[in-house]
């Protein structure tokens, strides 16, 4: 009876006192933010777990994408026991004697078990082969957490007796939601400019939102309290720069967000120097690379694009060496990736023209031309699917002048190229054998 007593007194004080993210944490399917492709209605692992017909699984995703929490929910939506073991301290016997104390719950009980699995791809060949017949029998439900892709760091053997759940960043919507949810949770108001750089620091992890927006309401609480006791707080950017700036930037007025505009605008006005400062400055106050990584491979292309084709592959490898090396030594190959952006041409006919061709997509719909459509299949000739399509490798002249375009977008140009780099030679020959000027 105390024991029960004592549990819920520390349950009590764990809902005041607990870390935001904790106390937000969803008990429900249904208060899971983001995440829709494998929990929204109709999505594949929401009805594996209505139709009880769940098994072992991998959940691969960046850090705050809800890995843990998934697992905790799917154990509940599953009536199953959750044992959490961790990666890092567990060895083959611990995996073992888990397992044993599986099997005699669901030969006591009729309990299922879900063995949850923190940073899954540090565990080693032998205990990982140690979860394999239990995997496969179905005596526990692995549900093993990775940032690291799975493919190169789970046993293939393992992995095949696993689905690949792949959570996704949150994206902006899902973000302010929660920053909404934690702003109610902290009992604080929030500016638009709060909600947006909120979204904009997060970088689509839920906990560092919900762990810098604690740590700012407080001090918009405090501030407000000073000014006018009793008052509701709404936490302003201002509050947020404070909140972050022991972690991820210096101690000064700039801000996280600000040095980040600061490195991609530098690189995109062919500044090294400046690209290099700012890389080092974020580096050197905690910056998470793979953030800096993202930014540059989002740069190749919609700053640099075909005028310098190699820039978008160097980013790849550059934001790959991130995640295989790690700091300190990845620290050479964003430095790296930062000097070639800056020195690279630039263009944005790239991202120019995907705007006017999602405008021209998002309005009416266009059919496709008869010839373009599929005419693979017993029929298709009888429609006219296919009929008259003259396949370029065959042609002479290349069949340039085939229509490709709808009906009604027939002689638009949504790509003006630019007279930079790599895609002046490029649009020059690609004219030259089309025949036009």
Not at 340 to 354: G, I, M, V
């Amino acid at each position: 009876m105390s024991g029960d007593l004592f549990a819920a007194r520390a349950a009590a004080e764990l809902a005041s006192t607990a870390p935001l993210a904790a106390r937000l944490r969803p008990r429900r399917l249904d208060e899971v933010v983001g995440q829709e492709h494998l929990v929204g209605p109709g999505a594949p692992l929401r009805v594996l777990l209505e139709r009880r017909a769940l098994h072992s699984g991998i959940l691969f995703g960046p850090p705050g994408t809800g890995k843990t929490t998934l697992a905790r929910l799917i154990a509940t939506e599953a009536d199953a026991v959750f044992v959490a073991m961790s990666a890092v301290t567990a060895g083959v016997r611990d995996v073992r004697a888990e397992i044993d104390a599986a099997e005699r719950r669901l030969g006591e009980q009729g309990l299922r078990t879900v063995v949850f699995i923190d940073e899954v791809h540090r565990f080693s060949k032998s205990q990982q082969d140690a979860l394999l017949p239990a995997v496969e029998d179905g005596t526990i439900i692995l549900l093993g957490a990775t940032t690291e892709n799975p493919f190169f760091e789970v046993n293939a053997p393992l992995l095949s007796r696993a689905t690949l759940w792949r959570l996704q960043p949150l994206d902006a919507s899902a973000l302010t939601t929660l920053a909404w949810r934690g702003a109610e949770a902290c009992r604080v108001g929030l500016s638009d400019d709060a909600v947006g750089a909120l979204v904009e620091v997060a970088d689509g992890d839920a906990r560092a939102l919900l762990g810098t927006l604690e740590v700012a309401a407080a001090l918009a609480t405090a501030r407000t309290d000073a000014a006018s006791p009793g008052a509701t707080a709404t936490v302003e950017v201002e509050d947020l720069r404070a909140a972050r700036s022991g972690v991820l930037v210096h101690r000064s007025a700039d801000s996280h967000y600000d040095q980040v505009s600061a490195l991609i605008k530098s690189i995109r006005g062919s500044d090294p120097d400046a690209g290099l400062y700012w890389l080092a400055r974020l580096l050197g106050a905690g910056e998470d690379p793979r953030f800096v990584a993202r930014r540059l491979v989002i740069l190749a292309s919609e700053d640099i694009g075909l005028a310098d084709a190699t820039s978008l592959l160097l980013a790849q490898a550059a934001a790959s060496a991130v995640d295989r090396v790690g700091l300190p030594e990845a620290k050479l190959n964003l430095a790296h990736a930062v000097l070639h952006l800056a020195l690279a041409p630039k263009s944005n006919s790239a991202t120019s023209a995907l705007a006017r061709a999602e405008a021209a997509a998002a309005g009416a719909g266009a059919e496709v031309p008869a010839h373009l459509r599929d005419g693979h299949y017993s029929g298709a000739s009888q429609l006219g699917h296919g009929v008259g399509y003259r396949y370029p490798p065959d042609e002479p002249d290349g069949a340039w002048d085939q229509q490709y375009l709808p009906d009604r977008w027939v002689g638009t140009r949504f790509y003006e190229p630019r007279d930079e780099g790599q895609e002046a030679g490029r649009v020059a020959a690609w004219r030259s054998r089309r025949g036009q000027d």
